[in-house]
């Protein structure tokens, strides 16, 4: 693959084994190239600046300068630049702190390097991606204060939703369940490229841009019960 068309990442973890193990399975993916490695947010904040990839892969507690700052200039200083937390902290000041500074996705390092990979692909695309606790999470904070409002009718100057066919309904409560693409074309025996269409055409309805939004509008509306 031609290096331009490649995704671009740069690597944040204090731990040395962690930090290279990760390198080494980037860098065998054919449309990956790692451009570096930090040890620590100030470490990654300066090689952002200078290097300006496409996504930094983000631990949150780390010395010098932790993750939340880090991702917080990151996304300040180099526009085009989007950061996924890899962390083990799943708390509740760790993910919305993360999130307000400006990641684009929370993973927890227990997703495995297929999980890494999946969502470094869709972080790039411009979705948000987020580990299932840790989208639940979210879900259940929205759930607690927000008011369940009907789908047959919107409120203020939000575009109505169009009806989602049973197949599209199936996935989105596939996708509420935090299942990957993949996952889904596994569990209903269709293709990735197939279960992609069907998410492109669900955003579509809700006219949300990512599935995180989807999943957040679906549950709003009562089109999805997790």
Same mark, same amino acid.
């Given at each position: 693959?031609?290096?331009?068309?490649?995704?671009?990442?740069?690597?944040?973890?204090?731990?040395?084994?962690?930090?290279?193990?990760?390198?080494?399975?980037?860098?065998?993916? %054919?449309?990956?190239?790692?451009?570096? !490695?930090?040890?620590?947010?100030?470490?990654?904040?300066?090689?952002?600046?200078?290097?300006?990839?496409?996504?930094?892969?983000?631990?949150?507690?780390?010395?010098?300068?932790?993750?939340?700052?880090?991702? #917080?200039?990151?996304?300040?200083?180099?526009?085009?630049?989007?950061?996924?937390?890899?962390?083990?902290?799943?708390?509740?000041?760790?993910?919305?702190?993360?999130?307000?500074?400006?990641?684009?996705?929370?993973?927890?390092?227990?997703?495995?390097?297929?999980?890494?990979?999946?969502?470094?692909?869709?972080?790039?695309?411009?979705?948000?991606?987020?580990?299932?606790?840790?989208?639940?999470?979210?879900?259940?904070?929205?759930?607690?204060?927000? !008011?369940?409002?009907?789908?047959?009718?919107?409120?203020?100057?939000?575009?109505?939703?169009?009806?989602?066919?049973? #197949?599209?309904?199936?996935?989105?409560?596939?996708?509420?369940?935090?299942?990957?693409?993949? %996952?889904?074309?596994?569990?209903?025996?269709? !293709?990735?490229?197939?279960? #992609?269409?069907?998410?492109? !055409?669900?955003?579509?309805?809700?006219?949300?841009?990512?599935?995180?939004?989807?999943?957040?509008?679906?549950?709003?509306?009562?089109?999805?019960?997790?």
């Amino acid at each position: 693959m031609d290096v331009s068309q490649k995704i671009r990442l740069l690597i944040t973890d204090d731990q040395e084994v962690l930090r290279e193990g990760l390198r080494i399975v980037l860098e065998s993916i %054919d449309d990956f190239q790692v451009l570096g !490695t930090a040890r620590d947010g100030a470490e990654a904040v300066r090689m952002a600046l200078d290097l300006r990839p496409d996504i930094v892969l983000m631990d949150l507690k780390m010395p010098i300068l932790g993750g939340v700052e880090a991702t #917080r200039q990151i996304t300040t200083q180099c526009h085009g630049t989007q950061v996924l937390i890899l962390t083990t902290y799943d708390t509740d000041d760790w993910v919305y702190e993360a999130l307000r500074a400006g990641a684009q996705g929370y993973l927890l390092k227990e997703s495995g390097s297929a999980g890494v990979i999946e969502s470094i692909r869709a972080v790039h695309r411009g979705e948000s991606q987020f580990d299932p606790a840790i989208a639940r999470k979210l879900l259940n904070a929205f759930r607690s204060t927000a !008011t369940p409002i009907k789908h047959e009718s919107m409120a203020g100057d939000e575009p109505p939703i169009e009806p989602l066919t049973e #197949r599209e309904t199936q996935i989105l409560t596939l996708i509420a369940d935090g299942l990957a693409n993949k %996952d889904i074309a596994i569990k209903l025996f269709l !293709t990735e490229g197939t279960v #992609r269409n069907y998410s492109s !055409t669900i955003l579509a309805k809700l006219h949300v841009l990512d599935r995180t939004q989807a999943v957040v509008k679906a549950v709003r509306h009562g089109l999805v019960k997790l």
